[in-house]
């Protein structure tokens, strides 16, 4: 598999206010809420305000952000959207549940495309921010069908 930024600039910017985002989160813990009201889009000539907190809630390891939360002392976080192509990338699809035999069936996929990659400054590490995009895009469950077995 290759990786390769597309251009020199990221194509988008956005900063979340750690300041108003651990308090609201420590407040009521509602991470979606605590994310999209303390989210300030910057840049975005390239990209709809829209589609970068969407980004920003599903592509950012947010786990490990409030895993360390209270260790890191920065007022704020910078997530640049960084454009990229890839080759020879393998993703896994669902493919079928055999409850039956307790087997769940993943096919992989080899892939060419473009996507984008969250540099997250909060993290501080780019080889992090690589493996972030990695671990969200090679098993994207989410959007797929399962087929299940049925047995009669």
């Given at each position: 598999?290759?990786?390769?930024?597309?251009?020199?600039?990221?194509?988008?910017?956005?900063?979340i206010d750690m300041v108003g985002f651990k308090?609201?989160?420590?407040q009521d813990l509602d991470l979606?809420?605590?994310i999209t009201?303390?989210?300030?889009?910057?840049?975005?000539?390239?990209?709809?305000?829209?589609?970068?907190?969407?980004?920003?809630?599903y592509a950012v390891?947010?786990?490990?952000?409030?895993?360390r939360l209270n260790e890191i002392d920065k007022d704020e976080m910078v997530l640049k959207y960084v454009g990229i192509r890839f080759t020879d990338k393998t993703e896994y699809k669902p493919d079928i549940v055999k409850p039956t035999e307790g087997k769940i069936i993943i096919e992989p996929e080899i892939k060419d495309g473009e996507d984008i990659i969250i540099?997250?400054?909060?993290?501080?590490?780019?080889?992090?921010?690589?493996?972030?995009?990695?671990?969200?895009?090679?098993f994207n469950f989410g959007r797929k069908n399962w087929k299940t077995e049925v047995v009669m």
């Open positions: 598999m290759e990786i390769e930024i597309t251009d020199e600039k990221p194509m988008a910017e956005a900063k308090r609201m989160y420590k979606r809420k605590a009201q303390n989210f300030i889009a910057v840049n975005k000539d390239k990209m709809s305000p829209d589609t970068m907190l969407q980004y920003a809630i390891d947010w786990g490990l952000v409030l895993d540099v997250n400054s909060f993290i501080g590490c780019f080889e992090f921010d690589i493996k972030q995009y990695l671990n969200w895009t090679t």
